[in-house]
T-cell receptor, first 114, second 109 residues
């Protein structure tokens, strides 16, 4: 399995600010995804992070609110912009390695917005 | 549209008892089904996938296309099986996963 790290592991932020979450993988991967897990709920896909091009967003998620970068095959960032308490969630990065089709998940970033 | 339903949010059994975590799906094509598990304070990890047809930690799951189900079973539950279990579906287009709402399994001594 891939070794996936996320920074920060948790943060407490003020309403109206933005937070950028980083996802780093130890080897090249073909696909990277960002999920959200709101309290007591399941995982919801936010977007697919595409290397060198704009991310592909799922219904209900927009680039202005969740800008995503993926400058290379091992790194991606998700920014949660203009945060409100409703954005309090765990944000997870997942990857698919080259030659495989199984998704592996990062440890998650626990975000609390006051 | 693809959808995964796990009807039980909570499931509690005694050690040594059989356990079955239910998963039903809705998808018009031929999906791939997965079970992911999250133990306390650990990250989400893959438990098994239907195409592998393998048993992991004593768990098995059979895809029943007629009933559109992928229930997870273990004949004798252990305390260390206590965790959150998620059923997930991958459609034929792309790698995106659709998750069920999860079942919190507690195995009591």
């Amino acid at each position: 399995s891939a070794v996936i790290s996320q920074k920060p592991s948790r943060d407490i932020c003020q309403r109206g600010t933005s937070l950028t979450i980083q996802c780093q993988v130890d080897s090249q991967v073909t696909m990277m995804f960002w999920y959200r897990q709101q309290p007591g709920q399941s995982l919801t896909l936010i977007a697919t992070a595409n290397q060198g091009s704009e991310a592909t967003y799922e219904s209900g998620f927009v680039i202005d609110k969740f800008p995503i970068s993926r400058p290379n095959l091992t790194f991606s960032t998700l920014t949660v912009s203009n945060m409100s308490p409703e954005d309090s969630s765990i944000y997870l990065c997942s990857v698919v390695r080259q030659g495989q089709d199984t998704q592996y998940f990062g440890p998650g970033t626990r975000l609390t917005v006051l | 549209a693809q959808r995964v339903t796990q009807p039980e949010k909570l499931l509690s059994v005694f050690k040594g008892a059989p356990v079955e975590l239910k998963c039903n799906y809705s998808y018009s094509g031929s999906p791939e089904l997965f079970w992911y598990v999250q133990y306390s304070r650990q990250r989400l990890q893959l438990l098994l996938r239907h195409i592998s047809r393998e048993s992991i930690k004593g768990f098995t799951a059979d895809l029943n296309k007629g009933e559109t189900s992928f229930h997870l079973k273990k004949p004798f539950a252990q305390e260390e099986d206590s965790a959150m279990y998620y059923c997930a579906l991958k459609g034929t287009s792309g790698s995106r996963l659709t998750f069920g709402e999860g079942t919190q399994l507690t195995v009591n001594p």
